[in-house]
């Protein structure tokens, strides 16, 4: 017996830049059994009813990452994603691009700025010369310091990460998460020589323009949870050099709040962060907001038992994530 | 029901307009809040980032502090459920767990991670439910395009959260729904407000803001609606910021979760705090019929 069928309308986006028309969406009807990949059915539409369609893959197996593409508005491998689940939420299978790079034709896209982020963080061991290789040995790692970056090996650099970062999109010197990723895996590798360097490097317009969504770990196929591994990079950098950048600081000076009262000082935290002479620069809206919403200056209240979160963090302070 | 309290630093301070609705919708629907004066700030992801294990063990304080009443806690901001809830996932890891427990047993305080997290977005749709929500609609409304904006710690990471859909949740919907509205999906509804780096480079997080209520207000919405107050932040107090950002104007009124439920039961504007607001919400309650704040 065969397996039931349904009719499955795909909207996919098309746009090819000699024929001066602007980026518009085709409509393509087929029947198929629900679990056809998605990409299964884009090289059918390809095959069967329209060999203009341009798309990029490979393996078909989500080892490759070759067909990473938008398919209804979420960033992710058309050959691991089934038309029928898509068609159940969604009534129709919309199929775009992927964000955050130029479109070349159809769905494929100009990687160009993804990897260009990747080289930055310079992808590759700086062996420390103080500490060459020992000859003969293949490795120098132990299993448990492999097991520090055991989820960024498994990145297959297919970009659904970067496409789905809003911070990407929203600001171009953004590493974004990927990169991002592959930097930690380096800092905590003990055979690398530049972790301060990189950790140092990264944080001016990089680093903490992270903005913790975590749209990136749902994004990502591999399950390389970006977010996390950029969470450990923040912890790992202000131990590294201390609170030098307006995110560092907002980070140390919301801490220290925390630990000193219990809540949140707005007023405080705004001048820890930008200094008392940066803070100018917050007083047109600081008194915009205030006029709504005069609290906003106020001194929070104390809570009860607050020198109990002092002592919380006498006791876990040297807890703070080292490089290595 | 009996819930403790937690309503977050910002709905203690410069979001208290948050603290009123919750108040009065909890007041409506027969929900006891029981307040602790010594519940601290969650870190709101920041303390995280500055030490992974002191902010599950300050939360592991605030979750003890409801254990010893035997009570769950309810959130109203989807930054403290995000992180009480992580607080509660990360103590799984034995090796967290061990070094939390020798930081507050000095203290005498001793968590056994029996305490429940829950949003009021969940304890409106999950515990007191739509059909019980719908019965006390006394003003539906009807006319109105909201569209929800969920915040990011609320749904995501997932496989923490997993209390709804990380990718196409639907509770808010299902509620403005009930409440007689219509509700808007649109992409932005689950992306971020570019709130945590308002702080690190203004630009690009209002740039985001902005980018958000321009999807929402192409999918026809009159106003947006987030059970977050961080978010209101960015999308409300910092709206002017984010319309020079996307150089566009965008005039769209943002309510806080409880303020849209308070609507629909009859609160006045006053009582939800609405005059409060940076944007006014005069434009929505007009499609209501209501009087303007």
């Given at each position: 017996?065969?397996?039931?069928?349904?009719?499955?309308?795909?909207?996919?986006?098309?746009?090819?830049?000699?024929?001066?028309?602007?980026?518009?969406?085709?409509?393509?009807?087929?029947?198929?059994?629900?679990?056809?990949?998605?990409?299964?059915?884009?090289?059918?539409?390809?095959?069967?009813?329209?060999?203009?369609?341009?798309?990029r893959y490979s393996c078909r197996s989500a080892i490759c990452g070759s067909c990473a593409m938008q398919v209804n508005s979420k960033s992710r491998l058309a050959c691991e994603t089934h038309v029928g689940p898509e068609m159940e939420r969604h009534g129709r299978v919309v199929v775009e691009p992927m964000r955050n790079q130029p479109v070349l034709r159809d769905l494929v896209v100009d990687q160009a700025p993804f990897w260009t982020q990747y080289d930055r963080i310079e992808p590759h061991l700086k062996l420390d010369p103080a500490h060459p290789m020992p000859e003969g040995k293949t490795t120098m790692m132990t299993p448990e310091q492999v097991d520090r970056f055991k989820e960024t090996p498994r990145c297959i650099a297919c970009a659904a990460c970067f496409s789905a970062c809003p911070a990407v999109e929203a600001d171009p010197a953004f590493?974004?998460?990927?990169?991002?990723?592959?930097?930690?895996?380096?800092?905590?590798?003990?055979?690398?020589?530049?972790?301060?360097?990189?950790?140092?490097?990264?944080?001016?317009?990089?680093?903490?323009?992270?903005?913790?969504?975590?749209?990136?770990?749902?994004?990502?196929?591999?399950?390389?949870?970006?977010?996390?591994?950029?969470?450990?990079?923040?912890?790992?950098?202000?131990?590294?050099?201390?609170?030098?950048?307006?995110?560092?600081?907002?980070?140390?000076?919301?801490?220290?709040?925390?630990?000193?009262?219990?809540?949140?000082?707005?007023?405080?935290?705004?001048?820890?962060?930008?200094?008392?002479?940066?803070?100018?620069?917050?007083?047109?809206?600081?008194?915009?907001?205030?006029?709504?919403?005069?609290?906003?200056?106020?001194?929070?209240?104390?809570?009860?038992?607050?020198?109990?979160?002092?002592?919380?963090?006498?006791?876990?302070?040297?807890?703070?994530?080292?490089?290595? | 029901?009996?819930?403790?309290?937690?309503?977050?630093?910002?709905?203690?301070?410069?979001?208290?307009?948050?603290?009123?609705?919750?108040?009065?919708?909890?007041?409506?629907?027969?929900?006891?809040?029981?307040?602790?004066?010594?519940?601290?700030?969650?870190?709101?992801?920041?303390?995280?980032?500055?030490?992974?294990?002191?902010?599950?063990?300050?939360?592991?304080?605030?979750?003890?502090?409801?254990?010893?009443?035997?009570?769950?806690?309810?959130?109203?901001?989807?930054?403290?459920?995000?992180?009480?809830?992580?607080?509660?996932?990360?103590?799984?890891?034995?090796?967290?767990?061990?070094?939390?427990?020798?930081?507050?047993?000095?203290?005498?305080?001793?968590?056994?991670?029996?305490?429940?997290?829950?949003?009021?977005?969940?304890?409106?749709?999950?515990?007191?439910?739509?059909?019980?929500?719908?019965?006390?609609?006394?003003?539906?409304?009807?006319?109105?395009?909201?569209?929800?904006?969920?915040?990011?710690?609320?749904?995501?990471?997932?496989?923490?959260?997993?209390?709804?859909?990380?990718?196409?949740?639907?509770?808010?919907?299902?509620?403005?729904?009930?409440?007689?509205?219509?509700?808007?999906?649109?992409?932005?509804?689950?992306?971020?407000?570019?709130?945590?780096?308002?702080?690190?480079?203004?630009?690009?997080?209002?740039?985001?803001?902005?980018?958000?209520?321009?999807?929402?207000?192409?999918?026809?919405?009159?106003?947006?609606?987030?059970?977050?107050?961080?978010?209101?932040?960015?999308?409300?107090?910092?709206?002017?910021?984010?319309?020079?950002?996307?150089?566009?104007?965008?005039?769209?009124?943002?309510?806080?979760?409880?303020?849209?439920?308070?609507?629909?039961?009859?609160?006045?504007?006053?009582?939800?705090?609405?005059?409060?607001?940076?944007?006014?919400?005069?434009?929505?309650?007009?499609?209501?019929?209501?009087?303007?704040?």
């Open positions: 017996m065969s397996p039931e069928t349904i009719s499955a309308q795909f909207d996919v986006y098309r746009y090819d830049p000699s024929d001066g028309t602007p980026p518009h969406y085709q409509r393509y009807t087929l029947e198929l059994t629900p679990h056809t990949p998605v990409l299964t059915a884009l090289l059918r539409i390809r095959a069967e009813l329209d060999p203009t369609l341009s798309l590493p974004g998460p990927m990169a991002l990723a592959k930097l930690y895996r380096f800092v905590v590798d003990p055979r690398d020589g530049a972790h301060q360097d990189r950790l140092v490097r990264i944080q001016p317009n990089g680093l903490w323009l992270c903005l913790r969504c975590h749209l990136c770990t749902e994004a990502c196929p591999k399950d390389v949870r970006p977010s996390e591994r950029i969470r450990d990079l923040k912890e790992m950098a202000i131990a590294a050099q201390g609170a030098t950048e307006n995110g560092s600081r907002h980070v140390v000076g919301f801490k220290d709040n925390i630990v000193d009262g219990g809540l949140l000082n707005e007023m405080k935290l705004v001048r820890q962060t930008y200094g008392t002479f940066g803070m100018l620069g917050q007083v047109v809206q600081g008194l915009r907001i205030w006029r709504k919403k005069p609290e906003v200056i106020h001194k929070p209240h104390k809570i009860q038992g607050a020198e109990e979160l002092a002592r919380i963090y006498d006791a876990l302070d040297t807890d703070a994530e080292a490089p290595k | 029901m009996r819930m403790a309290y937690y309503p977050g630093c910002v709905a203690q301070g410069s979001g208290k307009e948050l603290d009123m609705a919750t108040r009065w919708v909890c007041r409506a629907l027969g929900i006891e809040l029981v307040e602790f004066p010594n519940f601290s700030c969650c870190g709101s992801g920041f303390v995280d980032e500055a030490n992974e294990v002191l902010n599950v063990a300050i939360n592991a304080r605030n979750l003890a502090i409801a254990e010893r009443a035997g009570l769950d806690v309810l959130t109203i901001c989807s930054t403290c459920q995000g992180m009480l809830t992580l607080a509660n996932v990360r103590l799984k890891d034995p090796a967290v767990k061990t070094r939390v427990a020798g930081a507050l047993k000095p203290l005498g305080i001793e968590y056994r991670e029996t305490v429940q997290v829950k949003h009021l977005l969940r304890v409106l749709t999950e515990d007191i439910g739509i059909p019980a929500v719908q019965a006390k609609v006394r003003r539906p409304l009807a006319g109105l395009k909201v569209g929800a904006f969920y915040g990011c710690h609320l749904l995501r990471p997932a496989d923490e959260m997993a209390w709804e859909s990380a990718e196409e949740p639907h509770a808010f919907e299902d509620l403005l729904a009930a409440l007689g509205a219509t509700p808007v999906y649109y992409r932005g509804r689950v992306m971020c407000c570019g709130f945590p780096i308002q702080f690190v480079k203004a630009e690009t997080a209002v740039t985001i803001a902005g980018r958000q209520i321009l999807d929402a207000k192409a999918h026809g919405a009159h106003a947006m609606a987030t059970p977050c107050p961080l978010c209101h932040i960015s999308l409300d107090a910092y709206q002017n910021h984010a319309a020079k950002a996307v150089r566009q104007p965008l005039d769209m009124p943002v309510f806080h979760l409880p303020q849209v439920v308070g609507l629909a039961f009859g609160a006045s504007p006053e009582e939800l705090g609405l005059s409060r607001h940076l944007v006014p919400t005069d434009a929505a309650l007009a499609k209501l019929g209501a009087a303007a704040p």
